[in-house]
T-cell receptor, first 112, second 113 residues
Framework: QQQVKQSPQSLIVQKGGISIINCAYE??????FPWYQQFPGKGPALLIAIRPDVSEKKEGRFTISFNKSAKQFSLHIMDSQPGDSATYFCAPRSFGNEKLTFGTGTRLTIIP | NAGVTQTPKFQVLKTGQSMTLQCAQDMNHEYMSWYRQDPGMGLRLIHYSVGAGITDQGEVPNGYNVSRSTTEDFPLRLLSAAPSQTSVYFCASRRETGTRELFFGSGTQLSVL
């Protein structure tokens, strides 16, 4: 079943611009909303995560915005840099659910 | 700090051959899992384990076997490889408490001819 829908599939942003990636989910039991970052030839690594008791979390240039009523959360990358070029995955989960579902990924390319 | 170690990094098999992908972690994580990554499909869960002696199926378990005899190791076995199993395989582990962040290995690129 399609529990997690990530968009866009690919994104090209100019250096210094804002990159926005979205994740929509169906399961209202989800209580942890992470974004993973993957560079070519590497495994994914946790970038930033949010719990549903807050609507926004910021870590440096990376911000998660969470909209509980719309069942979606998004990743914003401010002042995007070429080093941010990677594939990003959302992976919302609920406590006790061991079958973690990942979004299909967004390939982000930052051009000079 | 080794983290999650996967071997081999690359492997080419012929249809019908068998092989084992190795995964080891040194973080004393209870949970370990195997994912496959295919273009446009994201990461799909194959099998997972919540502790030694306990395994369960994920989203795409057919054609794969696992066992967990120790906390550290979680090998993935392909009994009779098929071209549809050509993929990049990732092992991941995490604690059962706290943030439950997943730690991934660097992957095994498998081609089945």
């Amino acid at each position: 079943q399609q529990q997690v829908k990530q968009s866009p599939q690919s994104l090209i942003v100019q250096k210094g611009g804002i990159s926005i990636i979205n994740c929509a989910y169906e399961n209202t039991a989800f209580d942890y909303f992470p974004w993973y970052q993957q560079f070519p030839g590497k495994g994914p690594a946790l970038l930033i995560a949010i719990r549903p008791d807050v609507s926004e979390k910021k870590e440096g240039r990376f911000t998660i915005s969470f909209n509980k009523s719309a069942k979606q959360f998004s990743l914003h990358i401010m002042d995007s840099q070429p080093g941010d070029s990677a594939t990003y995955f959302c992976a919302p989960r609920s406590f006790g659910n061991e079958k973690l579902t990942f979004g299909t990924g967004t390939r982000l390319t930052i051009i000079p | 700090n080794a983290g999650v170690t996967q071997t081999p990094k690359f492997q080419v098999l012929k249809t019908g051959q068998s092989m084992t992908l190795q995964c080891a972690q040194d973080m004393n994580h209870e949970y370990m899992s195997w994912y496959r990554q295919d273009p446009g499909m994201g990461l799909r869960l194959i099998h997972y384990s919540v502790g030694a002696g306990i395994t369960d199926q994920g989203e795409v378990p057919n054609g794969y076997n696992v066992s967990r005899s120790t906390t550290e190791d979680f090998p993935l076995r392909l009994l009779s490889a098929a071209p549809s199993q050509t993929s990049v395989y990732f092992c991941a582990s995490r604690r059962e408490t706290g943030t439950r962040e997943l730690f991934f290995g660097s992957g095994t690129q498998l081609s089945v001819l």
